[in-house]
């Protein structure tokens, strides 16, 4: 199995509403991470887990709460969100370490009413 | 300036062309990525290269590490090739960050 799932594919959220993003692989890796890309633009880190820790924060608003439950399983939590942070919110997992290719999952497109 | 620069930001060509997208990076690296991105969709690793050339399929990527250059190229050129294609690299601002370029639209016309 060489998939990242996701799931919600879409999803329209209020601003005082809580949602979460899930992802899921089973290609045993440790390294996961959490990624948001606006129309025409790169995607741009939000966080990264290795072996369960939050090892990467890249001074994420605390709007979006990520969580690690097992080594397969990525969560974002979604909290009193506004109108920008409407975007593509893409997840990837991969070994730990520098030279190791990042899976990506097709994501959850996310709009923020 | 960009740590990874792309040209060209867009590129329309025929059916069958032959197509070369650069990417060009500042700093060392440990491993440069390729990745396809269709309209609306997830992104696809192609490549991951730290020396010399990889070829699947019709696609081909260099990589020069002295000249700190790489270049995706598709041969037979087919509309299904039309996407987004990013240059990353890895190892530049830590183990598990990759620092993306700008892309390269493609659109190949019947």
């Known amino acids: 199995d060489t998939e990242v799932t996701q799931t919600p594919k879409h999803l329209v959220m209020g601003m005082t509403n809580k949602k979460s993003l899930k992802c899921e692989q089973h290609?045993?890796?440790?390294?996961m991470y959490w990624y948001k890309q606006k129309a025409k633009k790169p995607p741009e880190l939000m966080f990264v887990?290795?072996?369960?820790?939050?090892?990467i924060n890249e001074s994420v608003p605390s709007r979006f709460s990520p969580e690690c439950p097992n080594s397969s399983l990525l969560n974002l939590h979604l909290h009193a969100l506004q109108p920008e942070d409407s975007a593509l919110y893409l997840c990837?997992?991969?070994?730990?370490?520098?030279?190791?290719?990042?899976?990506f999952g097709p994501g959850t497109r996310l709009t923020v009413l | 300036k960009n740590e990874v620069e792309q040209s060209p930001q867009n590129l329309t060509a025929q059916e069958g062309e032959f197509i070369t997208i650069n990417c060009s990076y500042s700093?060392?690296?440990?491993?440069l990525h390729w990745l396809q991105q269709h309209p609306g969709g997830g992104i696809v690793s192609l490549f991951m290269?730290?020396?010399g050339k990889k070829k699947h399929g019709r696609l081909i990527a260099t990589i020069n590490i002295q000249e700190k250059h790489s270049s995706l190229h598709i041969t037979a050129s087919h509309p299904r090739d039309s996407a987004v294609y990013i240059c990353?690299?890895?190892?530049?601002?830590?183990?598990?960050?990759?620092?993306f370029g700008q892309g390269t639209r493609l659109t190949i016309n019947p």
């Open positions: 990353a690299v890895g190892g530049v601002q830590g183990a598990q960050k990759l620092v």
């Open positions: 700093v060392g690296i440990s491993a």
């Open positions: 290269l730290s020396s």
């Open positions: 290609m045993g890796h440790r390294a």
């Open positions: 887990y290795s072996y369960e820790k939050l090892s």
């Open positions: 990837a997992s991969s070994q730990v370490g520098e030279r190791n290719e990042q899976f």
